[in-house]
């Protein structure tokens, strides 16, 4: 199994995880498929969506993998008046990431993360581990700490 740089990072910073290798097709990248790759609740596969704010710019909300994000609400939370989801051509060169294996930890660059509230509710939830195929199984409240991340109702 490879080594992501996800995993590089939890590693250095102390953090428990376990990395699952999951059969994905470029057809079927979303949630659903993951958590059915799986075998878990879609409530705990959570996706990781960057928007880009009209006044603060990038920022991440990580969401259950059946939910989708609130425009209004995530620009509310971020301190924007309005937001959108970046286009997929930017998402490589802002995040280092593509479409299916963009993960909360290890962005080029921190953005502002917002987590929705309900990953507290487990003791565990999959985030991607960097790159398609793989996901990361984390404690929430450890993924919150080192991606300081602000919870919210997204």
Do not use: W
């Not at 989801?85 to 930890?105: A, D, F, N, W």
């Amino acid at each position: 199994m490879q080594k992501t740089n996800v995993a590089r990072l939890l590693d250095a910073a102390g953090i428990k995880y376990e990395t699952i290798e999951y059969s994905y097709t470029e057809e079927d990248l979303s949630a659903q498929h993951v958590a059915a790759e799986l075998g878990e609740d879609i409530e705990q596969v959570f996706k990781t969506l960057v928007l880009r704010g009209d006044r603060n710019g990038l920022f991440v909300c990580v969401i259950p993998g059946n939910f989708e994000v609130d425009l209004k609400l995530a620009a509310s939370i971020s301190g924007n008046k309005s937001c959108e989801m970046i286009h997929m051509k930017e998402l490589l060169p802002s995040t280092g990431y593509i479409r299916g294996g963009c993960s909360p930890i290890g962005m080029k660059k921190k953005y502002p993360t917002f987590i929705h509230e309900s990953c507290l509710l487990h003791d565990y939830i999959y985030i991607s581990a960097g790159i398609r195929g793989m996901q990361i199984k984390i404690n929430p409240r450890d993924l919150i700490s080192y991606t300081d991340a602000e919870i919210y109702p997204i």
